[in-house]
């Protein structure tokens, strides 16, 4: 894991978020590998079974193989979703849910940049 990640990770858990992880696996791409991570089976299947545990969604994914599950929740019952994406990575599906209101708001990260910036304070 690269140094960036860690400390991602740790800041997430003393934030006390539950923090999953999972295998990368590496796909043979033109004569290289590419790390790529599958996990949105089990990030439907975790949306579905809690359910009657939150009212809102933050989504921090532009996979836009979610966006079946997000309109299901949305119409079935009635759940706010926001998506917080890469702007150059995130799904066309994401973006037509937010275009029919299935989606509430899409926010990017690098919108959010300055705010994550360490030295923000020493202005």
């Not at 992880?21 to 991570?37: A, I, L």
């Not at 299947?45 to 299901?72: M, N, P, Q, W």
């Not at 926010?107 to 202005?123: G, P, Q, T, V």
């Amino acid at each position: 894991m690269i140094p960036w990640s860690e400390q991602f990770i740790l800041r997430a858990k003393k934030n006390r978020f539950e923090v999953v992880t999972k295998r990368v696996k590496y796909m043979h791409d033109r004569g290289e590998f590419k790390k790529k991570c599958d996990m949105d089976v089990e990030m439907t299947l975790d949306l579905i079974r809690l359910k009657d545990t939150y009212d809102h969604i933050i989504l921090f994914s532009g996979d836009g193989d979610l966006a079946c599950v997000l309109e299901y929740l949305k119409e079935e019952f009635d759940k706010s979703i926001y998506v917080f994406a890469a702007r150059n990575h995130i799904g066309r599906e994401l973006i037509d849910a937010k275009n029919d209101k299935i989606i509430t708001e899409i926010l990017f990260a690098e919108d959010f940049e300055y705010r994550l910036n360490k030295d923000r304070f020493k202005r």
